[in-house]
């Protein structure tokens, strides 16, 4: 006849051997559990970050059909001065080569050489295909869609 085990004295009390195998496994359990709690926590928190993000920025593909639009108009022979700023969200701006805003919602007229040298410097990236430039300004990161004439004005605007 099988001689009954002896019970194993724990923190918890006195457990048999079922017990103890018992516990081990309920604890495996919960270890897991809590490692799903933390992966699904993980990548609920990620996809808000990413979803806020992409509700932030306006369309990036609106923004250079609307500049790519008045490029082309402008080589076909329209004023640059005749384009409002303010007419598309966000605004675009024009800009002479060496500075001088021609068209912008506060700085029409202005050099933005002297108003804001780091923007003019990146804007300097601008070419004839269109490109997507990215700047700090006043603490914050700006991305900016920059297109030159033939011309060369370069037409731009970003979020």
Same mark, same amino acid.
């Given at each position: 006849?099988?001689?009954?085990?002896a019970?194993?004295?724990?923190?918890?009390?006195i457990?048999?051997? /079922?017990?103890v195998?018992?516990?081990?496994?309920?604890e495996?359990?919960?270890?897991?559990?809590?490692? *799903?709690?933390a *992966?699904?926590s993980?990548?609920l928190?990620?996809? /808000?970050?990413? #979803?806020?993000?992409?509700?932030?920025?306006?369309?990036?593909? #609106?923004i250079?059909?609307?500049?790519?639009? =008045?490029v082309?108009a402008?080589?076909?022979?329209?004023?640059?001065?005749?384009?409002a700023a303010?007419?598309?969200?966000?605004?675009?701006f $024009?800009?002479? %080569?060496?500075?001088?805003?021609i068209v912008?919602?506060?700085?029409a007229? %202005?050099?933005?050489?002297?108003?804001?040298?780091? $923007?003019?410097?990146?804007? /300097?990236?601008?070419?004839?295909?269109? *490109?997507? =430039?990215?700047? /700090?300004?006043?603490?914050?990161?700006?991305?900016?869609?920059a297109?030159?004439?033939?011309?060369?004005l370069? *037409?731009?605007?970003?979020?």
């Open positions: 006849m099988p001689r009954p085990s019970p194993l004295v724990s923190s918890y009390g457990l048999s051997e /079922q017990g195998s018992l516990k081990f496994r309920m495996k359990k919960m270890k897991r559990v809590m490692v *799903v709690l *992966v699904v993980l990548a928190f990620a996809g /808000q970050a990413v #979803a806020t993000d992409a509700a932030d920025a306006p369309d990036k593909a #609106a250079s059909k609307h500049v790519d639009e =008045i082309l402008i080589d076909g022979g329209k004023d640059a001065a005749a384009f303010d007419a598309y969200t966000p605004y675009a $024009i800009m002479e %080569q060496g500075g001088l805003l912008h919602p506060s700085l007229g %202005q050099d933005l050489k002297t108003k804001a040298m780091p $923007i003019y410097e990146a804007l /300097q990236a601008a070419t004839a295909d269109g *490109v997507w =430039i990215n700047y /700090q300004w006043k603490g914050k990161e700006k991305h900016t869609y297109k030159k004439t033939k011309t060369d370069i *037409v731009a605007s970003g979020y």
